[in-house]
């Protein structure tokens, strides 16, 4: 029996470790452990309602748009408005292009290191001058000594399967990627002001107006992008997969999925949502709607003195650090549960609940996919990392293409004078709400509560909360660490394995352990000018 | 730094390299007749590549994703073929033991540029990597920097997350770890600026002429109101009265809903964000003024009016308009420390700049 401990695990957002028990080259046992406390919601408290829309972005700097829609959702649904048609478009391609951004960001540049050999690629023979030209250069970069990010990885590790010819490929769209994710960006910052940390879109709708010129800007990068992902992104996922089916078995998890829903249609209706509400449990692919009250969280192996498990606005926890023990606790997070059950989400979750809804575009995009990798009728085999790497990318596409309709929406509706995009409200003395919405890696979910006039208490559970979630007081896994269990390690020093499988989850550990009050669970005052 | 190699340069295009060369010196303000001597130190940078070593603390890795919309010169040239990014968590391949032993074998050589991003918990157990205090990680690290760059608010002073009542106990790095810095502030640094912050030690190797509050001058040296593109607005008294009214399709100014660029100072109008496709309030929205330390808690009701500026067109244009940062330094309550008269550092990267010049307030 080895006991490996990956600290830190990198190619993510945020600081996680990882500890595994291998026993005859298979992980017998898993904890996940967040390394970073903040404390958000605390902040929260006693501020300006509206200013959490700006403050929740800071939680995380990869998808800071998903909490700003989620904090504006809460305070619209504590005001009882919806912002105008228009609003909700520039709503949705703010979120969208963000979307695009962290898929293209995790697959070429967080998860692609755990299947491509970059060092490899200089055996390849390419014919072609741009990869002639991309190999040169990488040469160079490798003579220099200087390996910067890409020193003292896995290189060579008997897991890599690709041919040399391939990696090539990869590493050259590595480089390019790294111009696609900028530009879905700046998607984002054409309508937001700037990408990451949007400025435009509070409750109300967008204080921005689109202009003609904003559309001459963007849509070229849109369409740029969705050409790509077609004829890059979903193509490298299918060539590269081949060589790896054996992941295709491997990271299961669960299989319960969980989805908020994203992107809203003119009904605000989440049920209606081009990536619906929903769960699917136990790997059924039956769909059931989603009910937020049966969520609770629980710390018993958080570093949170005990309590039991409550709906996370009745949450009363003190934080207690008391060391790394396996056995006692181990994590800044929390272990959120469903009906009691620990939950996936992300895009695998979202589109597994759309696909079991019938959604058209998910169902063929899925279905096409699996006869294209040879299982066709096997929809069991995507809950793996396999599943979530496909999920991920044929989202980027779904998502990319309802942008195009969207854009072309927004147009229209400025050659035709539309001028609506915020709905004024006047902010209640004493309200609630809730915002649930996906965020790139899941399901995000703001509650709020107004006295007053001013917070007096929001909280939020994120989508790494449920993936990362240590044990619960049952002592059922998170997600990641039943996902663990199972998977090969062939050289317990360079666990390249354990690594294919936590990011296929593509955590984020910023949104992640910043929920508790840490001290009390006072309400404090904030000075406000 | 070692001589120049020339083998080495033609890993950039000459075209793409001069064209790099060019937009720095823009960025920089030096003019193209900068462009040559530029084009010298980039290409001994080239030569052996400097160590850039960057540490994520307490953050939400915003500014990690601002350096990879950098677009002059744009990632993938820093990363290749400009700078060595020998340890950051968010990009690096290697993980666990293996990127543990990459900054250690960074510590050893010694002579790399440090960026610090995100605040620096000083509650024992509140941040950790590889079970180490990122208070401990901070301070070793920072000793043996030839400089080091606080990138974003978290870690020039501790930002939103150590906004009333700082949960964690952040610390900005000056404060935590007792050293001089850089310091880029705005929520999340300006890509242009961090770059340009960069490329600037490279060329000169001296520590670029910083503010009181350690900020170079040439980035911040004046109020986001002097540099706005809707100022004549203000001074005309045309204001966005409400959002979703017809002001904002005519560029009217923000100061009425809440616009905080008479107290921010930043060039963000000039640079703007994301290949410079917009910036706040040309986008519409009221500048927060996330380039100034404590902005969570001074600038809190986002929304809400600056308190004490005069309106142009009810006391009188040239009263408001010359010393608006001043009288609403004066006369607001909430205590913000007006641009202090920032001190040039001329030494070289180790040597320790000459104290700072107290924090002013105005007259």
């Keep these: 029996m080895a006991r490996i401990v990956i600290d830190p695990i990198t190619r993510i957002e945020g600081h996680l470790a990882i500890e595994v028990e291998v026993d005859g080259g298979k992980v017998k046992d898993a904890w996940t452990s967040g390394t970073l406390f903040r404390g958000f919601e605390i902040v929260l408290k006693g501020r300006d309602p509206r200013d959490a829309y700006h403050i929740t972005q800071r939680i995380c700097g990869v998808c800071p748009t998903s909490h700003a829609h989620a904090a504006s959702l809460c305070l619209e649904d504590a005001v ?6 228009t609003g909700r478009l520039v709503r949705n391609m703010v979120e969208g292009a963000q979307f695009l951004h962290s898929h293209i960001l995790w697959f070429y540049h967080l998860a ?3 299947f491509v050999d970059v060092v490899a690629a200089l055996k390849a023979q390419p014919r072609e001058e741009s990869l002639k030209e991309v190999q040169t250069r990488l040469k160079r970069f490798v003579q220099s000594g200087q390996l910067g990010p890409f020193a003292n990885a896995y290189w060579g590790h008997p897991a890599y399967k690709l041919p040399p010819d391939l990696n090539l490929l990869a590493v050259a769209h590595y480089l390019e990627a790294l111009d696609k994710q900028a530009q879905a960006s700046h998607i984002s910052a054409i309508f937001g002001g700037r990408m990451p940390m949007t400025m435009t879109t509070p409750a109300g709708g967008s204080v921005h107006i689109p202009t003609v010129d904003d559309m001459a800007n963007l849509k070229p990068r849109l369409l740029e992008i969705q050409e790509w992902v077609d004829r890059v992104y979903i193509s490298d996922v299918l060539a590269v997969a081949p060589y790896y089916l054996d992941y295709a078995a491997i990271g299961k998890g669960p299989a319960s999925f969980l989805a908020w829903g994203v992107f809203d249609d003119p009904s605000f209706d989440t049920k209606k949502r081009l990536l619906p509400s929903g769960i699917v449990l136990d790997g059924s692919l039956k769909v059931e709607e989603v009910d937020e009250k049966v969520v609770t969280e629980d710390v018993t192996h958080g570093w949170y003195k005990d309590g039991k498990p409550l709906h996370p606005s009745e949450g ?9 023990d396996a056995a006692k606790k181990y994590s800044w997070a929390k272990a959120p549960r469903y009906g009691e059950r620990p939950m996936e989400v992300g895009a695998l979750a979202r589109m597994v609940v759309a696909y079991a809804k019938g959604h058209p575009t998910a169902k063929k995009l899925i279905d096409q996919t699996l006869a294209r990798l040879g299982v066709a009728g096997k929809p069991e085999v995507l809950f793996s990392v396999v599943g979530r790497i496909a999920a991920r990318a044929l989202e980027t596409k779904l998502i990319a293409d309802a942008m195009v309709e969207w854009s ?15 709905t004024q409200y006047k902010l209640p003395e004493r309200a609630q709400g809730a915002g649930l919405w996906e965020a790139p890696r899941g399901a995000l979910g703001h509650w709020n509560r107004i006295e007053n006039g001013r917070l007096a208490n929001y909280q939020v559970i994120t989508p790494t909360c449920w993936n990362i979630s240590p044990r619960d007081g049952k002592g059922v896994r998170g997600t990641i660490e039943q996902a663990l269990i199972g998977t090969p390690v062939a050289d317990p020093k360079r666990p390249l394995e354990i690594l294919r499988v936590a990011h296929s989850f593509d955590p984020c550990l910023a949104c992640t352990v910043h929920v508790i009050d840490p001290t009390s669970n006072e309400v404090y005052k904030v000075r406000v000018s | 730094m070692d001589t120049c190699d020339p083998s080495v340069i033609q890993a950039l295009s000459r075209r793409d390299f001069l064209r790099i060369c060019g937009t720095t010196a823009a960025l920089l303000g030096v003019g193209q007749t900068a462009v040559p001597r530029i084009a010298e130190a980039l290409e001994k940078a080239v030569a052996r590549r400097p160590s850039v070593v960057w540490l994520n603390f307490a953050s939400d890795t915003g500014c990690t994703e601002a350096l990879i919309k950098a677009n002059y010169p744009n990632v993938a040239q820093l990363i290749l073929e400009t700078l060595s990014l020998d340890y950051n968590e968010t990009i690096m391949a290697a993980a666990g033991v293996q990127s543990e032993e990459v900054l250690q074998g960074a510590l050893k050589r010694g002579d790399y540029i440090l960026i610090i991003e995100g605040a620096i918990p000083t509650r024992k157990g509140y941040g950790m990597i590889a079970r180490r205090e990122m208070l401990d990680i901070g301070k070793e690290f920072a000793a043996k920097a030839k400089a080091v760059i606080a990138v974003g608010s978290c870690a020039t002073w501790g930002g939103v997350p150590a906004g009333d009542p700082n949960p964690a106990r952040l610390k900005g790095v000056r404060e935590a770890l007792g050293v001089e810095c ?15 912050t960069l490329v600037d030690l490279l060329l000169t190797d001296r520590i670029p002429a910083l503010d009181g509050f350690g900020r170079p001058k040439i980035f911040y040296g004046q109020t986001i109101h002097d540099q706005c593109e809707r100022r004549a607005h203000f001074e005309a008294g045309r204001f ?7 002001e904002e399709e005519l560029g009217y100014c923000l100061y009425k809903v809440g616009c905080k660029g008479p107290m921010a100072y930043a060039n963000c109008s000039k640079f703007r964000y994301n290949d ?3 910036w706040c309030i040309g986008a519409g929205a009221p500048c927060i003024g996330c380039s100034e330390h404590g902005w969570v808690d001074k600038f809190a009701g986002f929304y809400e009016r600056l308190p004490g500026v005069k309106i142009p067109g009810i006391e009188g ?18 205590g913000i420390v007006t641009h202090a008269i920032g001190t040039t550092v001329s030494g070289r990267f180790k040597e320790k700049p000459p104290p700072e010049e107290a924090e002013k307030a105005p007259e």
Excluded at chain 2, 182 to 196: F, M, R, S, W
Excluded at chain 2, 240 to 246: C, H, I, M
Excluded at chain 2, 317 to 334: M, N, Q, R, Y
Aim: glycine share 12%.
């Design chain 1, 408 to 422: 072309d929406a927004i147009l229209v509706g400025i050659k035709n004078g539309k001028k609506e995009f915020f």
């Design chain 1, 80 to 85: 009882g408005i919806h912002p105008p048609d």
């Design chain 2, 276 to 278: 410079r496709v917009s």
């Design chain 1, 316 to 324: 009363v926890t003190e934080p207690e650090y008391t060391d790394w």
């Design chain 2, 240 to 246: 966005v009265e409400r959002f979703g009214g017809n």
């Design chain 1, 112 to 114: 692609a290191l755990d």
């Design chain 2, 182 to 196: 850089i310091n880029l502030d705005l929520c999340p640094v300006n890509e242009g600026i961090l770059v340009a």
């Design chain 2, 317 to 334: 244009v040239e009263a408001g308009a010359d010393k608006i940062g001043l009288v609403a330094g004066a006369a607001t309550a909430v």
